[in-house]
């Protein structure tokens, strides 16, 4: 078992920036590729961002491509997302993942076994 837990989100203003991170225990962090998703009012939950293992592969959906970046610290069992240039259709719960697939990028939900409880975020026009 892995318990992911977020760190508080929060309410910024358009334009502004905000970083997100995650504290995982249980199993060794290591052994999991790690991935954020979000889920905005009436929407389905779609996939942010993921990083490898070792945290040297990354990979991000378009529309946050060059605005966030996902990080990991192995050592502090801990994923970030930092994100900046918000934009109010960036408002969503956020959740962070885990995942045991072995592959090195991971981006599908069905292939995030483990998930932490989700943190608002909410970009004002």
């Known amino acids: 078992q892995v318990q992911l837990v977020e760190s508080e989100g929060g309410l910024v203003q358009a334009g502004g920036s905000l970083r997100l991170s995650c504290a995982a225990s249980?199993?060794?962090?290591?052994?999991?590729?790690m991935g954020w998703f979000r889920q905005a009012p009436g929407k389905e939950r779609e996939f942010v961002a993921t990083i490898s293992r070792s945290g040297r592969s990354t990979y991000y959906a378009d529309f946050v491509k060059g605005r966030f970046t996902i990080g990991r610290d192995n050592a502090k069992n801990t994923v970030s997302l930092q994100m900046n240039s918000l934009k109010p259709e960036d408002t969503a719960v956020y959740y962070c993942?885990?995942?045991?697939?072995?592959?090195?990028?991971?981006?599908?939900?069905?292939?995030?076994?483990?998930w932490g409880q989700g943190t608002q975020v909410t970009v004002s026009s």
């Open positions: 993942a885990a995942s045991s697939v072995l592959r090195t990028i991971v981006a599908a939900q069905h292939d995030y076994g483990y």
């Open positions: 249980g199993r060794t962090f290591s052994n999991y590729a």
